[in-house]
């Protein structure tokens, strides 16, 4: 894991605050030496006094403090992105105050958008202190962070202290999951190939599969009695069980981004975000109703991902959808034009239809469908604000 600096670079920065009090101080300063009184002095070398001590103590307090980023191991577009830092004050005497944790390059990230900012109270010493800023990532891809810096006002708010920690960190964001309406998957996997069936070994809970000899353990309740009274030895009822149902997902990319077709007002990125957030949301569906699924990438040479189902499944298939990188050229002749396995085939297109990627008996879905296939809670929201990373995209442009 990438480690922060040890030896951070200070800043000291004035605040407006900071400003109208050296003016203030200033004003009584030349107040008290073209006329003196001893009033105007006494606030004048109070006034300054306190300037001075705040930053001789901010200071002082600021310099056995130690910060690291514990790197977040992904984010989702859509969903808030916690990152975590680490504080430590090395001092056995000083308590620190007030700190507040942030990225400096946050606000300029593309793809980022600052949420809540890190603080902390106090960090006594010789302790060790966790604080957690929020982000919404709006783009799906690798995020690239770099410097976050640890700031304080203590004690007057008058000058801001920093600690600038350099931290190469890059976190891998998802594409955004859609709830898609209830029944499309059922529909699509019923009598089909990768249907729910029966499997072709035992030991399920269901109809009657065969009978073999008993082993310890065995229920009684699955003791066949007939063939005990037959044969005078032990037999148990095996039973069959059901697989679930199988679905490969085939993203279909091999056209380049300049040869989609795309009317008035579309744009051809946003198509082929569109439907890679169609294939994750596929995906996180299967996953949902305990399906077995796979990912096939048509037009970037990817292996295709075997069926598989359970959590890390769906993260290796998330991570792969996020690490797409659709500015590489397409390559073609990688579809499934021709499978053997025993899986319904559900085909995402960028801007229309081709038969050619797929077996005869798949089923097809454009980027444009999107919005007809989202559950009816969400349905009637518009798809730039149910989408943050194509509203990002479109104020970009903008």
Request: hydrophobic share 40%; net charge positive; with cysteine.
């Amino acid at each position: 894991m990438p480690v922060a600096n040890d030896i951070p670079k200070r800043r000291t920065r004035v605040i407006r605050a900071g400003v109208v009090y050296a003016g203030v101080v200033l004003a009584i300063g030349i107040a008290a030496g073209s006329r003196p009184n001893n009033l105007l002095v006494w606030v004048f070398a109070c006034l300054l006094a306190a300037l001075v001590a705040s930053g001789i103590v901010s200071g002082f307090m600021m310099m056995p403090l130690r910060a690291l980023r514990i790197e977040p191991r992904r984010g989702r577009v859509g969903e808030p992105l916690l990152v975590r830092y680490e504080i430590r004050n090395s001092s056995r005497m000083l308590p620190a105050y007030d700190l507040h944790v942030s990225e400096v390059d946050a606000t300029k990230m593309s793809g980022l958008e600052p949420a809540g900012e890190a603080w902390i109270l106090h960090v006594g010493p010789g302790d060790r202190v966790h604080a957690e800023a929020v982000f919404r990532p709006t783009r799906r891809g690798t995020l690239r962070l770099a410097r976050f810096e640890v700031t304080s006002t203590f004690p007057f708010d008058l000058l801001r202290k920093v600690l600038v920690y350099t931290q190469p960190t890059e976190v891998l964001i998802h594409p955004e999951v859609l709830p898609l309406r209830d029944g499309v998957l059922e529909r699509v996997t019923a009598g089909g190939a990768g249907g729910q069936r029966m499997s072709s070994h035992g030991g399920g809970t269901d109809d009657f599969f065969g009978v073999r000899e008993y082993r310890p353990g065995d229920s009684v309740r699955q003791i066949a009695w007939k063939r005990l009274a037959g044969t005078g030895k032990l037999a148990s009822i095996e039973r069959s069980r059901s697989v679930p149902p199988r679905v490969r997902i085939l993203l279909d990319l091999s056209r380049p981004t300049s040869a989609l077709r795309v009317t008035e007002g579309e744009d051809a990125r946003e198509l082929e975000e569109r439907a890679i957030v169609l294939a994750a949301s596929f995906i996180a569906y299967c996953d949902q109703l305990g399906y077995e699924y796979a990912l096939s990438v048509a037009g970037f040479p990817i292996p295709p991902v075997a069926l598989r189902r359970g959590h890390f499944h769906r993260e290796k298939i998330m991570s792969l959808l996020a690490a797409l990188d659709l500015e590489l050229p397409r390559t073609a002749g990688n579809g499934l034009s021709s499978s053997e396995e025993r899986a319904t085939t559900i085909v995402v297109h960028a801007d229309r239809t081709d038969t050619s990627v797929a077996p005869s008996e798949a089923w097809h879905f454009t980027a444009r469908q999107l919005d007809s296939l989202v559950a009816r809670g969400r349905a009637a929201v518009p798809a730039d604000e149910r989408s943050p990373a194509l509203t990002q995209r479109r104020k970009e442009r903008a």
